[in-house]
């Protein structure tokens, strides 16, 4: 397992390439981007993820052995940026290594449900003069309670 909270921006494709599980049967990876624009249309200048360090790592590392639990992974990967993301650049990186497709790809969607609900960080969008503080959904906490049917 491997778990980052980074302050500087972050390389998916070296991550992926990086991510290389002997005796896996299947790699899975999600990379997130910042948006440019707001549910509302509006134009994003950036988006500040804060974070408590110890809580937030910690906070991802239940989410990471969680995963590796419930799907019997080889290996499991979280790299989350934190601080001022500028739009289109990466967020979040997860990959989950497995003996088989649908375990790797159903813990990379788990991971990320989970991040969106349970990861603790306070963020907000920032727009032309104006700071929007950014809350899970209802639709991410239904995405995330699918997975305690």
């Given at each position: 397992m491997?778990?980052f909270?980074s302050?500087?921006p972050?390389?998916?494709?070296?991550?992926?390439?990086?991510?290389?599980?002997e005796?896996a049967?299947?790699?899975?990876?999600?990379?997130g981007?910042?948006?440019g624009?707001?549910?509302?249309n509006?134009?994003?200048s950036?988006l500040?993820?804060?974070?408590?360090?110890g809580?937030?790592?910690?906070?991802?590392?239940?989410?990471a052995?969680?995963?590796?639990k419930?799907?019997s992974?080889?290996?499991?990967?979280?790299?989350?940026?934190?601080?001022?993301?500028?739009?289109?650049?990466p967020?979040?990186?997860?990959a989950?290594?497995?003996?088989?497709r649908a375990?790797?790809?159903?813990?990379?969607?788990?991971?990320?449900?989970l991040?969106k609900?349970?990861?603790?960080?306070?963020?907000?969008?920032?727009?032309?003069g104006?700071k929007?503080?950014?809350?899970?959904?209802?639709?991410?906490?239904?995405?995330?309670?699918?997975?305690n049917q």
């Open positions: 491997a778990v909270l302050k500087e972050i390389d998916p494709s070296a991550l992926l390439a990086g991510f290389q599980i005796g049967g299947a790699i899975a990876s999600f990379t981007l910042a948006r624009t707001g549910q509302d509006a134009v994003i950036s500040v993820l804060q974070s408590y360090r809580v937030t790592l910690a906070s991802m590392q239940t989410i052995v969680e995963s590796i419930r799907f992974l080889l290996h499991a990967h979280i790299t989350h940026r934190s601080g001022r993301i500028l739009p289109n650049e967020i979040v990186f997860v989950a290594a497995a003996l088989h375990a790797a790809l159903d813990a990379v969607s788990y991971m990320m449900d991040l609900t349970e990861a603790v960080f306070w963020k907000y969008e920032e727009t032309a104006e929007r503080w950014i809350e899970p959904t209802e639709a991410d906490y239904a995405r995330a309670q699918k997975w």
